[in-house]
């Protein structure tokens, strides 16, 4: 079997619950959902770019065994040697990427969970708070220092 490369992540998801408190009216919507995050070692690229976060949904099946509603996985090594900046910047990105949403049914509201694509590289209220600070994150490896991340 492979070496294991997921970790839990506490920390992560300590500054999860700070950056949603701190900006509580872009994250008014999601501030009741539940969280988990984990890392991972070593990192995962897509195309060249090393990917630094990405944040998917825990399907319905897997809330069986993750008691959360996004599961956020973030790269270990690029988080260490961020700066509590981009560390903030960073969970505020893949916070964007979520969204609650209540669907109206024949037998009453249901409530989705579900990711959304970026506006362009970013979000719109990302580049307003943080500029280009992707720009800044640390060279770690050979990979093209731009985090790129996706959403499932
Ligand atoms: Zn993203």
Same mark, same amino acid.
């Given at each position: 079997?492979?070496?294991?490369?997921?970790?839990?992540?506490?920390?992560?998801?300590?500054?999860?619950?700070?950056? @949603?408190?701190?900006? &509580? #009216?872009?994250?008014?919507?999601?501030?009741?959902?539940?969280?988990?995050?984990?890392?991972?070692?070593?990192?995962?690229?897509?195309?060249?770019? *090393? *990917?630094?976060?990405?944040?998917?949904?825990?399907?319905? =099946?897997?809330?069986?065994?993750? #008691?959360? #509603?996004?599961?956020?996985?973030? +790269? =270990?090594?690029?988080?260490?040697?961020?700066? $509590?900046?981009?560390?903030?910047?960073?969970?505020?990105?893949? @916070? /964007?990427?979520?969204?609650?949403?209540? /669907?109206?049914? =024949?037998?009453?509201?249901?409530?989705?969970? /579900?990711?959304?694509?970026?506006?362009? $590289?970013?979000?719109?209220?990302?580049?307003? /708070?943080?500029?280009? +600070?992707? &720009?800044?994150?640390?060279? @770690?490896? &050979?990979?093209?220092?731009?985090?790129? #991340? $996706? &959403?499932?």
């Amino acid at each position: 079997m492979d070496e294991k490369k997921y970790f839990e992540a506490p920390d992560v998801e300590r500054e999860i619950q700070r950056v @949603l408190e701190k900006y &509580n #009216d872009t994250f008014y919507n999601i501030r009741k959902v539940g969280f988990k995050a984990i890392y991972r070692i070593p990192e995962r690229c897509r195309g060249e770019k *090393v *990917v630094y976060g990405s944040t998917s949904t825990v399907s319905e =099946k897997m809330r069986l065994f993750i #008691d959360a #509603d996004f599961l956020i996985e973030i +790269w =270990k090594d690029g988080w260490d040697a961020s700066n $509590e900046t981009q560390k903030e910047a960073l969970i505020f990105h893949e @916070l /964007k990427h979520c969204e609650m949403e209540e /669907k109206e049914t =024949k037998k009453g509201l249901k409530i989705v969970m /579900k990711t959304v694509p970026h506006h362009f $590289e970013g979000f719109v209220d990302e580049y307003e /708070k943080f500029g280009d +600070w992707r &720009n800044d994150l640390p060279e @770690l490896n &050979n990979n093209e220092k731009t985090g790129e #991340d $996706e &959403n499932e």
